[in-house]
């Protein structure tokens, strides 16, 4: 079985600061792990997807997120939040025909 | 290139009225995915046909919605009949092959049931 926990639905930082968004997923076989970022009022696009390789991905915008095995975990970080990063983020998890996401947290950046 | 195809973008409808909800996935795209997402469940996935075929339907909620996708660019997800507590915004999605490609998503269509 799989799921996807994602720590805080709300995260509210100051713009210029670090951004930090948990992940965690259950997995009995290797997973492939995504984020996916929501702007208001639009549907979901891609940030960043871990499938095999390395496991620091590097995304749009900025964005990375490091895949670690030991800890079941696939944290997004960002060094410098924009105000523009203000979104709603979303984990998921697949392995062939299933997908699952994660119940999302919503991003404010302060000025 | 166009994206992922939704209609409409927003529809009203009365309790017990049928609902037709359509997608245009993206060309040449094989795989395509009918999400539901509201405040109180988050985002959650209806089902998941590839190469038109219902692979993953454990989603739906219930009788009242089918989904169908009788070709390649074309898939309808229908509630009948609507209640309130189908009010919701209803995404598709399509990705190259499978599951485990990255998905494109539409815009939505907002459903507000009366």
């Known amino acids: 079985a799989q799921s996807v926990t994602q720590l805080g639905s709300h995260v509210s930082v100051s713009e210029g600061a670090l951004v930090l968004l948990r992940c965690n997923y259950s997995?009995?076989?290797?997973?492939?792990l995504f984020w996916y970022v929501q702007y208001p009022n639009q549907g979901l696009q891609l940030l960043l997807k871990?499938?095999?390789?390395?496991?620091l991905v590097k995304g749009i915008n900025g964005f990375e997120a490091e895949f670690k095995k030991s800890e079941t975990s696939f944290h997004l970080t960002k060094p410098s939040a924009h105000m523009s990063d203000a979104a709603e983020y979303f984990c998921?998890?697949?392995?062939?025909?299933?997908?699952?996401f994660g119940s999302g947290t919503k991003l404010n950046v302060k000025p | 290139d166009a994206g992922v195809i939704q209609s409409p973008r927003h529809e009203v409808t009365e309790m017990g009225q049928e609902v037709t909800l359509r997608c245009k996935p993206i060309?040449?795209?094989?795989?395509l995915f009918w999400y539901r997402q509201t405040m109180m469940r988050g985002l959650e996935l209806l089902i998941y046909?590839?190469?038109?075929?219902?692979?993953?339907d454990s989603g739906m909620p219930e009788d009242r919605f089918s989904a169908k996708m009788p070709n390649a660019s074309f898939s309808t997800l229908k509630i009948q009949p609507s209640e309130p507590r189908d009010s919701a915004v209803y995404f598709c999605?399509?990705?190259?092959?499978?599951?485990?490609?990255?998905?494109?998503f539409g815009p939505g269509t907002r459903l507000t049931v009366l």
């Open positions: 998921a998890v697949t392995n062939f025909n299933k997908f699952y």
């Open positions: 997995s009995s076989v290797p997973p492939y």
């Open positions: 871990y499938t095999t390789g390395a496991t």
């Open positions: 060309s040449g795209h094989n795989s």
């Open positions: 046909f590839n190469n038109n075929v219902p692979i993953d």
């Open positions: 999605a399509s990705a190259p092959f499978q599951a485990t490609d990255t998905q494109y």
